[in-house]
Nanobody
Framework: QVQLVESGGGLVQAGDSLILSCAAS????????MGWFRQAPGKEREFVAG????????SYTDSVRGRFTISRDNAKNTGYLQMNGLKPEDTAVYYC???????????????WGQGTQVTVSS
């Protein structure tokens, strides 16, 4: 059982950077895989990035690979998504997610944050 709260979204211009944070509480953070998803208007929720419990394994969807970096600081019970070179098509509500386990996964997450809006203007 874990609770997640995202922060760091906002309105930026194309080419700018943002870092999203996901604060976790409830259980030992290193025992949970975490990931980031996003949902744009009229589209289904999409996997963006995932990270293993230790932080040693990561996975990215093709559209963000090389621009976004997922990381975690287990001592702070916090996960991050560093977003560089933002594009208008990155505009979406971004959600943090977690599941008990250690290996990075792209689906089947059990716990979800409330979401934070990222808007990228051209």
């Amino acid at each position: 059982q874990v609770q997640l709260v995202e922060s760091g979204g906002g309105l930026v211009q194309a080419g700018d950077s943002l870092i999203l944070s996901c604060a976790a509480s409830g259980r030992t953070f290193s025992n949970y895989v975490m990931g980031w998803f996003r949902q744009a208007p009229g589209k289904e929720r999409e996997f963006v990035a995932g990270i293993s419990g230790s932080g040693g394994g990561t996975s990215y969807t093709d559209s963000v690979r090389g621009r976004f970096t997922i990381s975690r600081d287990n001592a702070k019970n916090t996960g991050y998504l560093q977003m560089n070179g933002l594009k208008p098509e990155d505009t979406a509500v971004y959600y943090c997610a977690a599941r008990r386990g250690v290996r990075v996964i792209t689906n089947s997450y059990d716990y979800w944050g409330q979401g934070t809006q990222v808007t990228v203007s051209s």
